[in-house]
Structures are given as structure tokens and as C-alpha cells.
């Protein structure tokens, strides 16, 4: 009887973990600002679809997510601070780095970075501290019961709150420059000698919570991406957020009056509100020369050199306007989210990198031939003109585009589905201990077999002393005898 | 006008090379015999079925492979060494890895597996030779202009055909232990700290060609096996031919008649015919002693002491009967195979290894809880029984053999369609180049980067250098100063 008892067990166990079927799930979310956030929402969105309730945590002065219009549970962090006070920070700090960092001495570069990155942890602690100090939300939370934490290693703290609240978390990021986040946390190994450098530091200490992720979901896939090797718990889920381009009502009839020509689509993203006054005229009168409309995004103080084929907008439909069949380039600052709706759309781009990985990812682009690069500090008028002019009429740049596109969308299954399908799967599993390497059990000379090979080397040292020493004896023994001999 | 043909030429590259729908191709394979063909026939037969045409190479002497018997095109290399004659080499090899090697003395050992080793290799080069100097065969196949090569990295030469016929090529192996031709040959980083050993060895003269295989199509899983670093051109297949169990007609009767005890199988794979008579004895004396009835595939003479609960069978539907709910433990050879349909079908397994790859298999099931060890060379009768009675009444073992089989299920998508996916996308893109990690283009100095740290020691011991004699000349000359000041 026991047996068939073990056997019932055995099989309510399996049905019950989901062998085939579906369950739905508690997820938290502990969310980064900004294109992270962009990214995040689309996953989230599928989960809610699916039937999880999502339940996220927002900080009160968030830059992006407005916590009036997140469609999820919300759980508002009280800041002291204002999203206007930080705004207002954050603009001065992002106009620093992209138009005074290049002009300072390299030492005055450094310490005003540090200066910056510090300003910005302690944002992050402070949102950090209002949650895990909050003993009323923290009980609610765990009341709560949830199945997973989503979380991005770059927002610290998700990994913190999964550990107080017992239950598994996963990544979502995009790949940090150099993979010195997955790297330090993750445990892949890069080799420095085809891995392209860094731009981020992080600590050794952070690895011990965050190397518990039973995931990463990387925002970055092959077709864009130069291939290294990774671990069986990173999953690629690049362009998870491109869609099919929906129609133009409002814009339609600027796109269409382009004609043959058709029209080049530019933003420099979310992040970038204004530039110099120099820098926009500049710009605008090298679109002002190509026969393409142009759509630009862009909340400066309009241009006095804009030309009557440009129009400025607040905000532009960019998926839809990529996906649009007049679309002939995109100007870009290259974040990942603006390239791969590019690639998504078979669109040649011009890349203006303006921090961050931006350098990297034009990099990736240039390197398959679908993009040109702009240096935005040193660029002139002509520049930019002859960029755009090659990437719209040289038409290697088009046929490199389309053929990254026809990679992107010839996988075996959409990344939207496959970040979705391990968010499942660690809720339904409790985790995804199988695909966890043992790495993670290994100090760091472990890892590097320094003890193995210390004890190789002790081995070799002592029989190499007990060979000399005998040798010496031998020798003293027979130089004894010979000696004697000799005064025999 | 130039630009609107630009336009419509991308867009017939971009449907024609089937961005969305399906193209039918023409296959080449070059096949290894044994276990490999049985996991290999159900990737073609599924390729057959999505309507591509299969063509096979097939030497006339194969020992699993009955040229009259494959449902596809196939080229018979004639060798003059008949099937009978190789299966006795075969056999004979077998036995003696199997009950000699294990007595001798460790360079006699060496010896012996150099001689078969040999012997191994001079036979898969005449199968090559065959091929490749058959000029009417040649131009056959350059003639019928294939879209891919499929082969196996143990049975070379697949490589060699595919780059004389100019067309991509993939191969579809199992993991070897320790990774040694997927680290020389297909570049891959396997840090020997919690990689385990090695039993392969091949030479750096290979890694030219098999360097240039588009994917690998590797037959284990992370269930399976321990985590690792991998590489974009990697897909892990394992278990692909598993199916779910069929009804068993001829043995139904035999195997319901076990009633609540269940069955046992019993198999030690295709390879092994027979055992000493010493051995069959022993094994026959510990499957009387358990209450399940046995199902043993075994063609060597009948034990002596062969219990009634035991049958033997010439052959057995191994899949059928492991998804079968009476049965309660697998024996096995530790085979992928056979472990990959107990791992399907959740059965516990007591592994009787016996060479290659079945060490580091029964390593992996036994460290996942699923499986208990026996060793062919010194068990008993009461070794064997003690490792089936905990794996059929300690419950743990059914249970991880459970884990494993959920796990194994829920995948984002069947082994088999993946497989089928890579090489209809190699077919499609005519490679699959992005995948491709820099590392090939790179010599060995320079993927360790020694170039870089020998060029970065070379400038330290010059400023070094510089250094020393700039302090040098100056302890001179403030000497000669300070001597004449003395002097003076």
C-alpha cells in the first residue's frame, strides 16, 4: 500500500507542479526608470495577459512611470524628494556628461563622474532604504505571498527584497559594456581578448545576493550582438518589445507628401530633452539639405536653421513610424530599445552615441554595415549630411539592415514569449536551480584551479628537494670514500 | 527610379529568402553508426517529413545502419571489408575494453586503447577515402547542389565533403567528457575547475575544418547535465527522440502480470551482445531475488541461475516499456539514450557503466538523486540487489527521476523542433554566421591575450629600464659632484 501511496504522491506532485499545464502567479516587480522601464512594461503586460498578477513597486518622484497609469498593482515608495527636484538633477547631470565631461582635463572627468555615480546610488538607496525599512509594507508583501521578484541589477534592492521575502528573483537588463555586472554577479566568463571593454564598475559584494538570480533575461540577441559565450541561465530576449507597425493617423499625411524620397525619422530618446543652441542649428541645417522629410523629436528651442522639409515634435509613434514604408533612415542615439526597432524594421541607421552603452551598441551596428557613426562633439554640418546621404542611397546599408532583420525574426520562438515562458517556468519550479553552474560554489582560486595547481606545484617542490638532497648526500657519501681511497 | 528597383529588389531578397514561410531543401548526411544513428534518424525523419529531401552516405559494411532499410536517398561507399568481418573486430574490441582492460597493467592498457584506437580511425578513413576519392560520387553530389551537410565530429570527414562541395555544414554529437573536440574543435570555454575530465583526445590539425561548422547540435540538456559555459552556435537537443509510450501488445501480458510490484527493465545497449558466463550468473541470481518481474535484453546463452520472474529478450521497445506505469527501475549501460527515455518517462535507474561517456552519465543521474551506481567489474549478487531495492523503495529516487522529467518537459519548445529549426535556418540563411564567436579568427596568443600582456610587460621593463639608468647617470653624477665638492 505504501507504494501505491508514494506512487499517487509521486503523480499529484507532478501534475500539480504544471507538467503541461498552466498555473498563474503572484509576480513583484522592482523596476528601473527610464528604457529599462520601456522594456520591462512589455513583459509585464504579457504576464498580466496571462492571467498573473503583477503587483510593482514605484518610487514617488519616478522620471517615467507614472504610478497613476501603471495598469498593475501599485505600491508607492514616498520619497522626500520631488520628481521635479530630480528631474531638474538629473538634466543637469545627463547636459554635463554629454556636453562639459569631454572638455575636462581626465582627472576632472573622473571625479566629476564619481561625483555623479554617487549622486545616483544614493537615489537608489534612498528608494531602497523607503522600502526595506517599512515594516507595514514589508508585512503586506509577505502576506502577499508572491512567486517571483523582477528585478534589474543596475536598480539594486529587488534582490534584497526577494531575499527578505524568501522567494526567487530574475534579471532583466541589457547587457552592461564589457558584461562587468554579469561578469562580477552572473559568473559568465568573458575573455578579455574578444569581449569588447567596460564602462561600469561594480564591487565584489554585491555578488553574493545577486548571484542568487535564478535568471538573467538579456535585452540583446546575436543578429545584433557579437557572440560570446554565456551560461545556460542567460536568456537572450532582445527586441522582446517590437511590434508589427500599427497605421499614422496624425502623421500620415507629412509622410506621405515625402513622396519618392520618403522620410528619415530622428530622436536622440527619452533622455535627452535639449542641446546647444550650436549643436541643433548645426544639425538642423544638414537635414534641411537632404530631399527626405524628416520627423525629429525634439523639445528645445526649435532651430533658426530648420528647414521647411523638418518638423519637430514632442513625441514621435517610433515603432510605427519605423515600420513605416516611406522610412528610409533613422538618426539615433543608439540606445538599445531605438535599434532593435530598427533592426525589427530592416531600417539603416546614423548613430550619434551620446553615453552609456550607446558607444557599444553603434559599434555592434556599424561593425554588420546597417549604420554610420556621428560624433556628436566634433561633428559638422557636412557630417551628418554625408552620413545620411550614405546610409539612405548607398544601398548596402538597407540590404544590411534587411538581412539582421530577416535574423531577428527567423527564431524559433518570439523573445517576448521565451521571457515570458522562464518567468513561468521559475514560478512554476520555484526556481531554475538546473541550469545554475557550480561556479557559483567556487571562490575565486578555486574557480581559477589556483589550489589544484598549488598542490601540483608543492608536489613537484618537495620531490625536487628530497632528489637534491639525495643527490648532495650521495655525492658527500661518495666524495667521503673517494677521499678516503685516495689517502689509503 | 534606381532607388524604387533598390527598393523592390531587398524586398524580393527579403520573401525569398523565406522571412516568414517555409523552404524544402536538399540534405546531405554523413552518419556514425550505433547510438548516434538511432538519435540522428529521427532529426532526418522529421526533415523528411516537413518535405526535405534526404540524401545519406551509408558504408556498405555498417553494423546499426541497413542501407536497404533507410526511406531515403542513399550512396553506398563500397568497402571491401564485409559486415561480418567488422562486427567480430567490433566485438572483440568491445570485450576487451570491457573484462581485459580493466586487469592490465596501466601501460599495457595504453597500449591495447592505442591499438583499437588505431584501428577505429584507419577504418573511418577508408570509409572516407571512399567518399572523397570516388570522382563519379563527387560530382553526383556536386551536381544535385545540397543546402546542408549534417555529420557527426566523431565520424570525420562529413566536414571534409561539405568543404569540397562548397555548402554549409552542422554537426549533431552528444556532449564528449571534458568537452575536449567541442573545446579544440568548435572553440569552446570550459574552465577545467568544475568542468569534469576528459576521455577524448584529438589534435589541433582537425580544427580547420570542423572549426567551420555553422551549429552544433549538442544531444544532452541542463536537467541532465551539469551547467557550463556555452556559445551562441550551440543548441542543446538531448532526449529529441523521445516519445511518449505505445501500447506493448506482444509483452503486455507478461508485464500486467507483475501486478503491484511493477517491472524492471533491463538493458545494457546495443553494443554489448554478451557477458561472461561468471557475470550473467551474478546479475541473473540478484533479478531473481526482487518481487518485480524483469524484462532483460540479453542475446548471450542463458544463466544458469536465471530466476522465473526473469525474461530474456532479443530485443525490446525500450521507450514503450520505460513509459510504462508498471515500471519501477531501468538497469542500464548508462548510455544518452536510454538515460534520456528514463529521465522522459520518470523512471529511477541503477547504471551498470562500461565505457566512453557512460562514466559521466551515470555521474550526472546519480548527483541529481535519480540513479545508484554499480561497477561491472567487482559487484556481487548483493551489490546489485541493494542498489535496485533503494531505487525501487526509497522514494527520493523516483521523486528526482520525476524533477528531471518535468524539468525535461517544459521546454520552450521540443528538442526535435529545435533541432529541425537550426537546420532549416542554416539552409535558409545559408549559414549562420552571427553566431559566430571572433575566437575562431583568432591565434592561441592572441585569445589569451598574450600579445596584449607581452606588449604591456615590454613597455614596463623599458620605462623600468629608462628608469633605472636615469637614477644610475644621476647617482653618478651627484657622486662625481659631491666628491669634487669633498676635494675641493
Same mark, same amino acid.
Request: some cysteine; hydrophobic content about 40%; aromatic content about 10%.
Given at each position: 500500500?505504501?507504494?501505491?501511496?508514494?506512487?499517487?504522491?509521486?503523480?499529484?506532485?507532478?501534475?500539480?507542479?504544471?507538467?503541461?499545464?498552466?498555473?498563474?502567479?503572484?509576480?513583484?516587480?522592482?523596476?528601473?526608470?527610464?528604457?529599462?522601464? &520601456?522594456?520591462? #512594461?512589455?513583459? +509585464?503586460?504579457? !504576464?498580466?495577459?496571462?492571467?498573473?498578477? =503583477?503587483? /510593482?513597486?514605484? *518610487?514617488?518622484?519616478?522620471?517615467?512611470?507614472?504610478?497613476?497609469?501603471?495598469?498593475?498593482?501599485?505600491?508607492?515608495?514616498?520619497?522626500?524628494?520631488?520628481?521635479?527636484?530630480?528631474?531638474?538633477?538629473?538634466?543637469?547631470?545627463?547636459?554635463?556628461?554629454?556636453?562639459?565631461?569631454?572638455?575636462?582635463?581626465?582627472?576632472?572627468?573622473?571625479?566629476?563622474?564619481?561625483?555623479?555615480?554617487?549622486?545616483?546610488?544614493?537615489?537608489?538607496?534612498?528608494?531602497?532604504?523607503?522600502? &526595506?525599512?517599512? #515594516?507595514?509594507? +514589508?508585512?503586506? !508583501?509577505?502576506?502577499?505571498?508572491?512567486? =517571483?521578484? /523582477?528585478?534589474? *541589477?543596475?536598480?539594486?534592492?529587488?534582490?534584497?527584497?526577494?531575499?527578505?521575502?524568501?522567494?526567487?528573483?530574475?534579471?532583466?537588463?541589457?547587457?552592461?559594456?564589457?558584461?562587468?555586472?554579469?561578469?562580477?554577479?552572473?559568473?559568465?566568463?568573458?575573455?578579455?581578448?574578444?569581449?569588447?571593454?567596460?564602462?561600469?564598475?561594480?564591487?565584489?559584494?554585491?555578488?553574493?545576493?545577486?548571484?542568487?538570480?535564478?535568471?538573467?533575461?538579456?535585452?540583446?540577441?546575436?543578429?545584433?550582438?557579437?557572440?560570446?559565450?554565456?551560461?545556460?541561465?542567460?536568456?537572450?530576449?532582445?527586441?522582446?518589445?517590437?511590434?508589427?507597425?500599427? *497605421?499614422?493617423?496624425?502623421?500620415?499625411?507629412?509622410?506621405?507628401?515625402?513622396?519618392?524620397?520618403?522620410?528619415?525619422?530622428?530622436?536622440?530618446?527619452?533622455?535627452?530633452?535639449?542641446?546647444?543652441?550650436?549643436?541643433?542649428?548645426?544639425?538642423?541645417?544638414?537635414?534641411?539639405?537632404?530631399?527626405?522629410?524628416?520627423?525629429?523629436?525634439?523639445?528645445?528651442?526649435?532651430?533658426?536653421?530648420?528647414?521647411?522639409?523638418?518638423?519637430?515634435?514632442?513625441?514621435?509613434?517610433?515603432?510605427?513610424?519605423?515600420?513605416?514604408?516611406?522610412?528610409?533612415?533613422?538618426?539615433?542615439?543608439?540606445?538599445?530599445?531605438?535599434?532593435?526597432?530598427?533592426?525589427?524594421?530592416?531600417?539603416?541607421?546614423?548613430?550619434?552615441?551620446?553615453?552609456?552603452?550607446?558607444?557599444?551598441?553603434?559599434?555592434?551596428?556599424?561593425?554588420?554595415?546597417?549604420?554610420?557613426?556621428?560624433?556628436?562633439?566634433?561633428?559638422?554640418?557636412?557630417?551628418?549630411?554625408?552620413?545620411?546621404?550614405?546610409?539612405?542611397?548607398?544601398?548596402?546599408?538597407?540590404?544590411?539592415?534587411?538581412?539582421?532583420?530577416?535574423?531577428?525574426?527567423?527564431?524559433?520562438?518570439?523573445?517576448?514569449?521565451?521571457?515570458?515562458?522562464?518567468?513561468?517556468?521559475?514560478?512554476?519550479?520555484?526556481?531554475?536551480?538546473?541550469?545554475?553552474?557550480?561556479?557559483?560554489?567556487?571562490?575565486?582560486?578555486?574557480?581559477?584551479?589556483?589550489?589544484?595547481?598549488?598542490?601540483?606545484?608543492?608536489?613537484?617542490?618537495?620531490i625536487m628537494f628530497l632528489v637534491t638532497k639525495c643527490c648532495l648526500f650521495c655525492c658527500w657519501k661518495?666524495?667521503?670514500?673517494?677521499?678516503?681511497?685516495?689517502?689509503?
Open positions: 500500500m505504501s507504494k501505491k501511496w508514494t506512487s499517487l504522491l509521486v503523480l499529484f506532485c507532478y501534475l500539480s507542479c504544471g507538467f503541461c499545464g498552466k498555473v498563474t502567479g503572484k509576480v513583484l516587480v522592482w523596476p528601473m526608470d527610464f528604457s529599462h522601464w &520601456i522594456n520591462l #512594461k512589455v513583459i +509585464l503586460e504579457e !504576464l498580466h495577459l496571462r492571467g498573473h498578477e =503583477i503587483t /510593482i513597486l514605484v *518610487p514617488s518622484p519616478s522620471l517615467m512611470m507614472d504610478h497613476t497609469k501603471i495598469p498593475f498593482n501599485v505600491e508607492v515608495l514616498q520619497l522626500s524628494v520631488t520628481k521635479e527636484v530630480l528631474m531638474e538633477e538629473f538634466n543637469t547631470d545627463l547636459y554635463s556628461v554629454i556636453f562639459e565631461l569631454p572638455r575636462l582635463s581626465w582627472w576632472d572627468m573622473l571625479t566629476k563622474l564619481a561625483e555623479m555615480n554617487e549622486r545616483f546610488f544614493r537615489t537608489l538607496k534612498r528608494v531602497c532604504d523607503s522600502a &526595506i525599512t517599512n #515594516k507595514e509594507l +514589508l508585512s503586506r !508583501l509577505q502576506a502577499a505571498k508572491f512567486d =517571483i521578484c /523582477i528585478s534589474d *541589477p543596475l536598480s539594486f534592492c529587488g534582490e534584497l527584497l526577494a531575499e527578505l521575502l524568501n522567494i526567487p528573483f530574475m534579471y532583466s537588463f541589457r547587457f552592461s559594456e564589457g558584461n562587468v555586472i554579469e561578469r562580477l554577479c552572473g559568473g559568465l566568463p568573458t575573455p578579455s581578448s574578444y569581449v569588447p571593454g567596460s564602462t561600469t564598475g561594480l564591487t565584489d559584494n554585491m555578488t553574493f545576493i545577486m548571484g542568487k538570480a535564478e535568471m538573467w533575461l538579456i535585452r540583446t540577441s546575436w543578429e545584433f550582438e557579437f557572440p560570446y559565450p554565456y551560461l545556460p541561465h542567460f536568456e537572450f530576449v532582445g527586441g522582446l518589445h517590437c511590434k508589427p507597425a500599427k *497605421p499614422l493617423p496624425k502623421l500620415d499625411e507629412f509622410v506621405q507628401s515625402s513622396g519618392k524620397d520618403g522620410v528619415v525619422v530622428f530622436t536622440l530618446g527619452s533622455m535627452i530633452q535639449n542641446l546647444t543652441e550650436e549643436k541643433s542649428n548645426m544639425i538642423a541645417s544638414a537635414l534641411a539639405q537632404i530631399p527626405q522629410k524628416v520627423l525629429w523629436r525634439y523639445t528645445g528651442k526649435k532651430p533658426d536653421t530648420l528647414g521647411p522639409n523638418t518638423q519637430l515634435y514632442d513625441w514621435i509613434p517610433q515603432n510605427d513610424l519605423l515600420g513605416h514604408p516611406q522610412t528610409r533612415a533613422f538618426i539615433t542615439h543608439c540606445g538599445t530599445n531605438g535599434i532593435y526597432e530598427a533592426i525589427y524594421h530592416g531600417v539603416p541607421m546614423v548613430g550619434i552615441p551620446v553615453f552609456s552603452d550607446q558607444f557599444g551598441n553603434i559599434a555592434r551596428v556599424k561593425a554588420k554595415g546597417a549604420a554610420v557613426e556621428v560624433d556628436l562633439h566634433v561633428m559638422t554640418t557636412s557630417d551628418l549630411l554625408n552620413a545620411l546621404k550614405a546610409v539612405i542611397n548607398n544601398p548596402s546599408y538597407k540590404e544590411n539592415a534587411m538581412r539582421l532583420s530577416r535574423i531577428h525574426h527567423d527564431q524559433p520562438m518570439k523573445p517576448l514569449d521565451r521571457a515570458v515562458f522562464w518567468i513561468e517556468f521559475v514560478m512554476r519550479h520555484k526556481g531554475a536551480k538546473h541550469l545554475r553552474p557550480a561556479s557559483y560554489d567556487l571562490t575565486w582560486y578555486q574557480y581559477r584551479s589556483l589550489d589544484v595547481i598549488g598542490f601540483l606545484l608543492a608536489c613537484v617542490a618537495t661518495f666524495g667521503k670514500t673517494g677521499k678516503k681511497k685516495k689517502r689509503e
